[in-house]
């Protein structure tokens, strides 16, 4: 599901959820389906909340990664350069 998408089924839930608590007591027995929308409700955001968290640590870990990477292909490179070049190098007497 998109943000939006998200966003859109929050806000539907949160105004059931008002409209059920003006309308309580012309409506019986709704008391445990508001409790258990309301729970729902705020487990599903912090959940969205954490998502989003862990999203940006994996891109900000994504890039770190990438960065080591670079770092480490260009000491692998120059290491190589020199390797070869002692390989090549006639040995001394």
Avoid at 14 to 24: G, I, N, P, V
Avoid at 38 to 55: F, K, P, V
């Amino acid at each position: 599901m998109a943000r939006a998408a998200y966003d859109r089924q929050f806000h539907e839930w949160e105004t059931l959820l008002r409209e059920a608590r003006d309308h309580e007591a012309e409506l019986a027995g709704i008391a445990s389906l508001r409790k258990t929308l309301e729970i729902a409700l705020s487990r599903a955001a912090a959940t969205r909340g954490l998502r989003d968290t862990l999203l940006t640590t994996t891109r900000d870990m994504s890039r770190r990664l990438r960065e080591a990477l670079d770092a480490g292909n260009k000491a692998a490179s120059g290491l190589r350069r020199s390797v070869k070049r002692v390989r090549r190098s006639p040995e001394p007497v």
